[in-house]
């Protein structure tokens, strides 16, 4: 009778064991390990922080003159109003009226292309054509400026028709750029908890905050040609308004 008390005993604690115990045990296992990578999660992130802040008193000291050079060497958007205004400025120095600008970038190109986030650019890229009419002495000296212009500017294609006069009927195309806002955080795919943390750590570690660069000779020689537009006195709220009410 004792025996198979103790069998029975036996058979419930082993059903009980896989029944209970064991579920309960797994998951206690499971929240032991994410628990582990939480507290990976929060060193990774204190890292961050830690980072950033060094970073940030190094960004603040450089000169704020040099800060808006360099973001007008690769902004961080594309305005292809203020470029052809640009364009017209750097021609009109030398009495060339730009006409029949076209702005075609990189999205215009490939609306059916999908690109994986991992393999995207950190930078877009926009494609600029326009036309004028010029002696040849002028455009080298339009085509120079274009190649010192503060702005990242690269010159694609040239072509021209010659006349019977000394002006020729220039078509150039060139490529200009623009820095991506979610570079670093639309090309993190994180595959497991904080791994996106580390890969944000991984590419601020990249970043190199030297001053040198404001000193050396081809920074130097970049001229900035962007023209300034002088703000405009806004019209009535309600254009077609009563005369006076507003």
């Known amino acids: ?3 198979n008390s103790a069998i029975v005993l036996l058979l419930l604690s082993v059903g009980l064991f896989y029944a209970f115990t064991n579920t309960q045990y797994q998951n206690v296992r499971k929240l032991y390990t994410l628990s582990g990578e939480y507290q990976n999660v929060l060193q990774n992130a204190s890292r961050i922080m830690e980072l950033k802040d060094q970073l940030l008193v190094k ?25 052809a205004l640009d364009l017209d400025g750097m021609a009109s120095r030398y009495g060339i009226a730009i006409k029949n600008i076209q702005t075609v970038t990189d999205a215009d190109k490939d609306t059916n292309l ?13 494609t600029i054509s326009f036309g004028f009419v010029s002696n040849y002495e002028n455009f080298m000296r339009l085509l120079a400026d274009i190649e010192k212009s503060l702005r990242i500017i690269d010159v ?16 150039i195309s060139i490529d200009t750029y623009w820095l991506k806002t979610d570079a670093i955080s639309g090309g ?13 750590f991984d590419e601020l570690q990249k970043v190199t905050l030297d001053q040198n660069l404001f000193s050396s000779p081809g920074y130097l020689e970049l001229t900035d040609f962007s023209t300034s537009i002088t703000p405009q006195a806004t019209g009535r709220t309600n254009p077609f308004d009563v005369i006076g009410r507003d």
């Open 1 to 3: 009778m004792k025996n």
């Open 114 to 126: 999908i690109v994986l986030p991992e393999v995207a650019g950190a930078y877009e890229k926009a």
């Open 156 to 171: 694609r294609s040239i072509s021209f028709q010659t006349g019977e006069s000394s002006l020729y009927d220039y078509q």
């Open 59 to 83: 960004y603040e000291a450089l000169p704020v003159a040099e800060i808006e050079r360099i973001n007008k060497v690769l902004p961080d958007s594309v305005d292809t109003v203020r470029l």
């Open 188 to 200: 993190l795919q994180a595959s497991g908890v904080g791994n996106d943390l580390l890969k944000i």
